[in-house]
C-alpha cells in the first residue's frame, strides 16, 4: 500500500498537529474502520428472518454441519451475501473516490459515466429481446453494458478537438445516461412483463447472491482496488489542477487512464453482482473526506472500509424493517447515508464544487 | 481550456473562439423590462422562436387524424368545420400549450440553478425537486387516487420538496455549494422511496406509475394548460427581473457574500423561482428528463456564459425540444404514442453531442 507514514503533502493547513501523529491518528481510524466492519459482517451472518447466536455463526464458518439448517442457512445463504455486500460496499466507495478525485467534480459517481445506466440498458434489453431470466443471466449482460457504457462516453468525450478533460467526460457521462434512461423507460413502459421482472433488480439488492457470482466478481474488485490505491498519489497532484500536475512530472493521461479502468472494473463489477445501486459512491467519499482530509491514498483506503459498512448496515437493516418481505438495499443506502451527507454539507465549508 | 500563444495561428482554432468578433450588446425593453442581449444571442434566440412557432403549428395538425393547417387555421378563426374546430379548441392546443410550458420553465429553471452553482450537473432533477414531486404522484398512482388531483398534489410535493432541502441548507445565508450537497441528500431519499413504492406494489399500478414517472403529455387538457400558463406568467418575469443578479453570485460564493445581504436575497429569490419553474412543469407532463439538465448547456454553447438573454433562448430551446419530442412521440410508432420523456434525449442528445464534439466552447 502506498499509505506509509510519509508526511502528507497538505499539512501546511493542518494546525498543530505534526506530521507524524496526524498520520497515527489516520492509522488508528483506519484500524477502528476495520473493527466496526467487522462487527457489521458479524451481524450480516446472525440477523435475517431466523436469528442466530454468534457461537452458531462461528460453528458454522469453522466446523460446518450441513445437517443442521442453521449451518445451512450459514453457509449457503447469509455467508456469500455478506460477502457479496463487502465487495459492492468496498467496490462502490473507492469507485466513486477515483472519479471524483480523476474528474475533480465532488458529484462524480459511478452513475455519471454512464456505468451503471449502461449496465442496467444492457439487462433491461436482454430481459427485453431474449427473456433472459435470473439475476445469474443478468451478470455478464450488466457487466458488458458497464464497460460498453464507460467506453462510449469516454469516446465521446474524446472526439472533436478538445481532449477528454473532466468537464467533457462529466458531460458526455451524463447526457448518455439520459439517453441509455430513456431507452429502458420506453421498454418498460412498453412490456409490463419487463417491468415486472426487472424492477427489483433495478432497485439494487443483494437478496438470493450466492458464491458463484462473488467468485465471478471478486477477481474484478480485487484488481480494481489494489490499482486504485496504487495511483493515490497521482490522484493527489491531480486534484491541484491538471497544469500542476503536468509540472509535478505526471503522466497524465497514463494516470486517466488507469483510473478509468478502476472505475470501470469496481463499478461494472458490483452492477453485475448487485444491481445499480446509487449513492454509496458519491456519499461515501464525502464522509470520508470529512474524517482524513484531502490525501487521496488515505481517502481511498478509508473508502475501502467505510463503503461496505454501510452497504451491510443497509442490507441487514433491509431483512428486518418490514417483515415478512425485504427493503432492497439500494433503498435503505440512501435513507441510511443522506442524513449523513445532509448532516456533513450543513456542518462544514464544503469547498470546491 | 487550453490557451495557445497564438490563438489565431490556427485559423479553424480561431473561428470557434468567442468573442472573435466584437460583441456589441443591444439593449432590449419589453413593458418596462429592460435585457442586455449580445448580437449572437438575439440571433439565435430570433432562430429559435421561430422554430417553435412552426414546430407548434406543424403539431397541431397531426393526431389520430391529420388537418391540413388552412383548414386547422380557419377552424381556429370559427370559418371551418366545427369537427375541426372541436378537435383544435379541446384536444390538440392544450397539448401543444402544456408542450411549450413544460419545455420553457424546466430548461429556465435548470439554466437558473446552474447560472447559480457553478457546477455542470446541477439542476432541479439531481437536488429532489422532481423527486419531491415523484413521491407524492407514485403514490397517488398505486393507491388509484383520481387522476385530477394528481397535478396539484405533485406540484405541492415539488414546492414542500424545495422549501426542507431550504431549510436544511440555510446556514446564516445559502451557499450554493451546500445547497447542492443537502439536495443530492433528499433527491436519494425521495428517489429511494419511489423505487420502494414500485418494488413493493403490484405490477399493473406501478406499470401506471413509470408512464407518469417518464414523462407524458398524454390526454393533458386546459385543466393542465391553465395552471401551467398562470404559473409561467408570474415566474418568468420574475426569473428575467433576477437574471441580471446572476452575474454576481456566479463569481463564488465568497464574492457574491460581500455584496451582502441583498446577494443572499437574490439567491433566495433565485431558487423560489427555480424551484416553481420546476414544480409548475413537473406538475403539468410528470419529470420530463434531459431538458432541465442538457438545454442550458446547449444554449451556452451557442451564446456563452449565462446572462437573461441566454435564459430566454435557454427556455425558448426547451420549448422546442419538447414540441418536436411530442411530434415524434406522437407519429414515430403510431397508432403507439410514447411519453414525450422518452423521447427528448433520444431528439435532444445528437444534437447536444454534435455541439459537444464541435465546439470547444464547455461551460461550466
Known sequence: MTATAQAPTGNLAEGSLTPSTRSGWRWAGLLLAIGVLLLTVAGSLRVGSVGLELGTVVDALVRPDMSLNEHIIVRGLRLPRTLVGVGVGAALAVAGGVMQGLTRNPLADPSILGINAGAAFAVVTAVFLLGVVSPFGYVWFAFGGAAGGAILVYVVASLGRGRATPVRLVLAGAVLTALFTSWITALLVLSQSTLDQVRFWLAGSLSGRDMEIFSIVLPFLLVGVVLALLIGKELNALSLGEDVARSLGQRIGLVRGVGATVVVLLAGGSVAAAGPIGFVGLAVPHIVRAAVGPDYRWILAYCAAVGPILVLVADTLGRVIAPPGEVQVGVITAIVGAPFLIQLARGRRVGGL | ?364
Open chain 2, 1 to 364: 481550456m487550453s490557451t495557445d500563444a497564438n490563438p489565431i495561428a490556427d485559423p479553424a482554432l480561431a473561428s470557434s473562439r468567442p468573442g472573435r468578433r466584437p460583441a456589441i450588446p443591444l439593449v432590449v425593453r419589453l413593458a418596462g423590462l429592460s435585457l442586455k442581449v449580445s448580437r449572437r444571442t438575439l440571433g439565435a434566440g430570433a432562430a429559435v422562436a421561430i422554430a417553435v412557432v412552426a414546430a407548434a403549428l406543424y403539431q397541431l395538425t397531426i393526431g389520430e387524424y391529420a388537418i391540413a393547417l388552412g383548414e386547422m387555421l380557419d377552424a381556429a378563426l370559427g370559418r371551418g368545420r366545427e369537427d375541426f374546430a372541436f378537435v383544435l379548441r379541446g384536444i390538440r392546443l392544450p397539448r401543444v400549450l402544456v408542450a411549450l410550458g413544460v419545455g420553457l420553465a424546466l430548461a429556465m429553471s435548470g439554466a437558473i440553478f446552474q447560472g447559480m452553482v457553478r457546477n455542470p450537473l446541477v439542476s432541479p432533477d439531481i437536488i429532489g425537486i422532481n423527486a419531491g414531486a415523484s413521491v407524492v404522484a407514485v403514490f397517488l398512482i398505486v393507491t388509484g387516487s383520481r387522476s385530477a388531483v394528481i397535478p396539484a398534489a405533485a406540484f405541492v410535493g415539488a414546492v414542500v420538496t424545495a422549501f426542507v432541502i431550504y431549510a436544511l441548507t440555510w446556514r446564516k445565508g445559502i451557499a450554493g455549494n451546500r445547497l447542492v450537497l443537502v439536495g443530492i441528500g433528499v433527491n436519494a431519499i425521495l428517489t429511494s422511496l419511489v423505487t420502494l413504492i414500485t418494488v413493493r406494489y403490484p405490477v399493473q399500478q406501478v406499470s401506471e406509475a413509470v408512464l407518469w414517472l417518464s414523462g407524458s403529455l398524454h390526454g393533458r387538457q386546459w385543466t393542465h394548460a391553465v395552471p401551467l400558463a398562470g404559473s409561467l406568467l408570474v415566474l418568468v418575469p420574475a426569473a428575467l427581473v433576477l437574471s441580471r443578479q446572476l452575474k454576481a453570485l456566479q463569481l463564488g460564493d465568497d464574492a457574491a457574500r460581500g455584496l451582502g445581504a441583498r446577494a443572499e436575497l437574490v439567491r433566495s429569490l433565485l431558487i423560489l423561482v427555480g424551484a416553481g419553474l420546476a414544480a409548475t412543469a413537473v406538475a403539468a407532463a410528470g419529470p420530463v428528463g434531459f431538458v432541465a439538465l442538457m438545454t442550458p448547456h446547449i444554449a451556452r454553447m451557442i451564446a456563452g456564459p449565462l446572462t437573461g438573454g441566454v435564459l430566454v433562448l435557454s427556455g425558448l430551446l426547451g420549448a422546442v425540444l419538447v414540441v418536436v419530442s411530442d411530434i415524434i412521440a406522437v407519429s414515430a410508432f403510431a397508432p403507439i404514442t410514447l411519453p414525450v420523456g422518452v423521447v427528448t434525449a433520444a431528439v435532444g442528445a445528437p444534437y447536444f453531442l454534435y455541439l459537444l464534439v464541435r465546439s470547444d466552447r464547455v461551460t461550466s
